[in-house]
């Protein structure tokens, strides 16, 4: 698990929920308090629904906004017999949902009829127009898009004029009029009843196959949720928003069918397989910390082609080569991401910025590898707990990508100055724009008067909440198992962290390759864990000095050993309703 340190954090115990409805929680699983505090505060009355069922439960796909439309349209393609263009955007979002479209289409359509085209970033997201020329001359009748086309007006309208019909499924905000497209599918419409507007792109694609199967009579394929809950994690949309948890749910259905050694990918097994992912014990960090990054190298130092065939093959030989590709890239990916993190710190450190008192990070640097400004503003974001903005200056213009913090909307502060920009799209965690370099100045000014105008959004600016208060005496495998009962856990839906109040450390000992983890037992009256604490080896003398002091931790597993774990985040004098002392 990594470390969630960063110096000088502050805290607070998060607001008690409803003392009756912690009782009655309490009452009904014979869980301990801090699990009922837990489930209170995430799920109020509706707690019930955090829990894991047996049979996961979802929301009728016909309650999408133009599902009808989408599902009567595929099913005269199939009735015909007629040629299929999908596009997909080249993250693993994209590459997912495309890969579910095709995986739904082609059993269904004469072969060689379905052809799928992941973008690339020097096409950027979207449809584009060399993908128009093509549709219009290898004669495909239909297309579909996958994680993009809600802002693909031109394209579009050029494919009607061609008489090539369009179904767009996208998860992305409309803005102004919509596409003409025959369908729109997208949960950030208006005028729908379904709950769940955070859908990621591969879920809206697996609702339309769902609603496909319903209408053709077929059970619902359920073999693709491992491309749903990969796509899901990977694009960080909530797992648990608006006392909806559907995300969570498809995450869970999947890790089941994957536990099994089922699943529709055996490109995606044989990647698990060669990360030593046990699938027995998935949890959101193996996806998104481990596979789906090196998905996204194909997109970031290669051909994302190779990340989509190794979803889609069906030949072990074939995957285990495109999985060595895949870390191949990866391996490029990490040098040259390591190398840009590095001139980002240098440029904060030179300039003097103070990122935490100004509430928004934005770095402009010639030439930066566009294919990894998501993956250090998604860094320093996470580090500094502010908006990041990371852009890559070229002769006339410039790109860029940007990733929240804390409640902020990154989208609706690219709306704030869309005049300024060339282009732009994402969603509330996560977007990317393009914008003249003379319009660069006048870009920061209005990002920062926007700052001003919606500091209390940010992260940075409001401790950081402890979900409950919990002694030692009651961490133990039923408590373990409880907090399993809850996960996935992810963005909407964050790893519990609890408070332990005076402790004391023995046993310790540093460990990494850098030695700057700190391993050893955390003690409190009498009983004694063992515990780790990532990045935080700097700190030996202060866990030594025999002073009691609470902690911010994490309870976890170690496999190891077989035994429950403490994973210290933070190391406090004192903590109450309000901030603590670091």
């Known amino acids: 698990m990594r470390s969630l340190l960063r110096e000088k954090r502050a805290w607070r115990l998060a607001p008690s929920p409803d003392r009756g409805l912690v009782e009655a929680i309490q009452a009904s699983l014979g869980c301990s308090c801090a699990i009922a505090i837990l489930l209170a505060r995430r799920g109020g009355a509706a707690w019930g629904d955090l829990l894991g069922s047996s049979e996961e439960r979802f929301h009728p796909s016909s309650t999408l906004p133009d599902m009808g439309r989408a599902v009567a349209r595929l099913s005269e393609a199939i009735r015909k017999g007629e040629r299929v263009f999908i596009h997909g955007d080249f993250d693993v979002d994209g590459l997912t949902g495309a890969a579910v479209l095709y995986r739904t289409l082609r059993p269904l359509l004469p072969p060689n009829s379905v052809k799928v085209e992941v973008s690339d970033r020097a096409a950027g997201h979207g449809l584009s127009r060399p993908f128009v020329l093509r549709a219009i001359d290898e004669g495909f009748s239909l297309v579909v898009t996958v994680d993009c086309g809600v802002a693909s007006h031109a394209e579009i309208d050029e494919l009607r004029a061609a008489g090539i019909d369009t179904v767009v499924t996208d998860h992305h905000l409309p803005v102004g009029d919509l596409p003409p497209a025959v369908a729109i599918v997208d949960p950030h419409r208006g005028g729908h009843t379904y709950p769940n507007r955070y859908l990621a792109g591969v879920g809206v694609a697996y609702k339309v196959a769902c609603a496909l199967y319903e209408h053709l009579e077929k059970p619902a394929p359920t073999a693709l949720l491992d491309l749903v809950a990969l796509g899901t994690i990977a694009d960080l949309v909530p797992l648990y928003a608006d006392g909806d948890n559907e995300n969570q749910r498809l995450?869970?259905?999947?890790?089941?069918?994957?536990?099994?050694?089922?699943?529709?990918?055996?490109?995606?097994?044989?990647?698990?397989?060669?990360?030593?992912?046990?699938?027995?014990?998935?949890?959101?960090?193996?996806?998104g910390y481990l596979v789906a990054p090196k998905l996204n190298a194909a997109n970031r130092a290669g051909d994302p082609k190779v990340a989509f065939l190794l979803l889609i093959t069906e030949v072990a030989d074939q995957a285990e080569y495109l999985a060595e590709i895949l870390l191949d890239y990866n391996r490029d990916r990490e040098i040259a991401q390591n190398d840009l993190i590095s001139q980002a710190e240098t440029m904060i450190r030179d300039e003097g910025m103070n990122p935490q008192e100004d509430g928004l990070l934005l770095l402009v640097g010639k030439y930066w590898n566009e294919g990894i400004l998501g993956l250090v503003a998604s860094n320093l974001a996470e580090r500094y707990r502010v908006p990041t903005f990371v852009l890559s200056r070229g002769d006339r213009g410039s790109r860029g990508s940007c990733r929240s913090a804390g409640d902020f909307d990154i989208s609706a502060a690219l709306e704030s100055v869309s005049g300024l920009l060339v282009q732009y799209g994402g969603h509330k965690m996560?977007?990317?724009?393009?914008?003249?370099?003379?319009?660069?100045?006048?870009?920061?000014?209005?990002?920062?008067?926007?700052?001003?105008?919606?500091?209390?959004?940010?992260?940075?600016?409001?401790?950081?909440?402890?979900?409950?208060?919990?002694?030692?005496?009651?961490?133990?495998?039923?408590?373990?198992?409880?907090?399993?009962?809850?996960?996935?856990?992810?963005?909407?839906?964050?790893?519990?962290?609890?408070?332990?109040?005076?402790?004391?450390?023995?046993?310790?000992?540093?460990?990494?390759?850098?030695?700057?983890?700190?391993?050893?037992?955390?003690?409190?009256?009498?009983?004694?864990?063992?515990?780790?604490?990532?990045?935080?080896?700097?700190?030996l003398e202060t866990f030594e000095n025999h002073e009691k002091r609470d902690l911010i931790c994490q309870i976890g597993y170690d496999d190891w050993r077989n035994d429950i774990q403490v994973q210290g985040v933070d190391l406090v004098r004192s903590i109450a309703g309000g901030e603590s002392t670091s």
């Open 251 to 287: 995450i869970r259905a999947a890790f089941r069918l994957l536990s099994g050694g089922h699943g529709s990918s055996l490109g995606l097994r044989t990647l698990m397989a060669k990360l030593s992912i046990n699938p027995k014990k998935l949890s959101t960090t193996d996806f």
């Open 430 to 539: 996560a977007a990317g724009f393009s914008v003249s370099n003379e319009s660069l100045p006048e870009l920061e000014e209005r990002l920062f008067e926007y700052i001003a105008e919606h500091r209390s959004s940010i992260a940075a600016f409001h401790p950081e909440e402890v979900d409950a208060e919990v002694d030692l005496a009651e961490v133990d495998l039923r408590f373990y198992t409880n907090l399993a009962s809850l996960a996935p856990y992810g963005p909407g839906n964050p790893s519990p962290r609890f408070l332990l109040r005076e402790c004391l450390f023995d046993n310790l000992n540093l460990v990494g390759t850098h030695r700057q983890h700190l391993k050893g037992r955390v003690v409190q009256n009498g009983i004694a864990l063992p515990f780790i604490a990532f990045r935080l080896g700097k700190h």
